[in-house]
């Protein structure tokens, strides 16, 4: 099972009563003619909308055009792709968490993306007060060297090795081999997998706040273990 999630954080203040409000009502509608000459509307809405435990939660709908190439000619499929969120507070901060099940890897970072920057704009009305969250490499290296045992995979970027732009070490101890110190010395942690052994969970976590899920857990499960454990390491 492989279930990415992308975080963010609400850096406008707003209240909880008006947030709901403002995607409750939320549906646009495009329009769109077919290369049949089919005119239909394409939809993007926010769906099952709910506050529970002070956690606004919905799923935002998108529908969109997908052409593919059969026997030489281009042909269009109507597609709707579903992301549930969850606006979490924690502490003084307001973080917005977004779920891409079932999504092509290319397509992820633009649907969270879309859903961070609508809800943006359906909130304040401009793009930019719904930001990317971010965990520095310093919180990623005590988090692996904590217990090193747990780490599967460790990824360096801003490797300042003249053309290489990324080092990776897999396997198991990496915090007691000789490569993984003199990678510290070139690069920055950008990402780390790792086993979650009180939760049994395995994980992946980059910087920019990607967590993708990599053993079998339901979504509920994921998604509290991203509330309780990894919105404390944001920076």
Same mark, same amino acid.
């Given at each position: 099972?492989?279930?990415?999630a992308?975080i963010?954080? /609400?850096?406008?203040?707003?209240? *909880? +009563?008006?947030? =709901?409000?403002?995607l409750?009502?939320?549906r646009?509608?495009e ?5 049949? +000459?089919?005119k ?5 809405? /926010? ?6 435990s ?5 799923? !935002? ?5 997908r052409?593919?190439f059969?026997?030489r000619?281009?042909?269009?499929a109507l597609?709707? &792709?579903?992301?549930? !969120?969850?606006?979490r507070?924690? $502490? &003084?901060?307001? !973080?917005l %968490?977004v779920?891409?099940?079932? @999504?092509a890897? $290319? ?5 969270? +993306?879309n859903?961070?920057n609508?809800?943006?704009? =359906?909130l !304040?009305?401009?793009?930019?007060? @719904?930001v &990317?969250?971010? /965990?520095?490499?310093? *919180? ?10 747990a780490t ?11 053309g ?6 897999? $396997?198991?101890d %990496?915090v ?10 070139h690069?920055?942690i950008?990402? @780390?997998?790792?086993e @979650?052994q ?6 992946g /976590? *980059?910087?920019?706040?990607?967590v *993708? ?9 994921f ?13």
């Amino acid at each position: 099972m492989v279930l990415p999630a992308k975080i963010f954080e /609400i850096k406008e203040k707003i209240d *909880t +009563g008006i947030m =709901i409000q403002k995607l409750k009502n939320f549906r646009e509608e495009e329009p769109y003619e077919a290369e049949s +000459g089919e005119k239909v509307s394409l939809v993007s809405e /926010i769906l099952d909308l709910r506050l529970e435990s002070g956690v606004i939660s919905g799923v !935002f709908s998108r529908d969109y055009v997908r052409t593919r190439f059969y026997k030489r000619k281009l042909i269009e499929a109507l597609v709707t &792709e579903e992301a549930p !969120f969850w606006i979490r507070p924690f $502490g &003084e901060r307001l !973080f917005l %968490i977004v779920l891409a099940p079932s @999504v092509a890897r $290319g397509v992820k970072k633009l649907l969270t +993306g879309n859903v961070a920057n609508t809800i943006s704009r =359906i909130l !304040f009305i401009r793009a930019g007060a @719904v930001v &990317e969250a971010r /965990i520095p490499h310093e *919180t990623l290296r005590e988090l692996h060297e904590s217990n090193p045992q747990a780490t599967k995979l460790i990824w360096f970027d801003e490797v300042d090795i003249p053309g290489v732009e990324k080092l990776c070490l897999a $396997g198991s101890d %990496i915090v007691d081999t000789e490569l993984y110190h003199e990678y510290l010395k070139h690069g920055k942690i950008w990402y @780390v997998v790792f086993e @979650v052994q009180r939760r049994g969970l395995v994980v992946g /976590i *980059t910087r920019n706040c990607v967590v *993708t899920l990599f053993s079998r857990s339901t979504i509920g499960d994921f998604i509290r273990y991203i509330q309780e454990d990894i919105l404390k390491l944001i920076q």
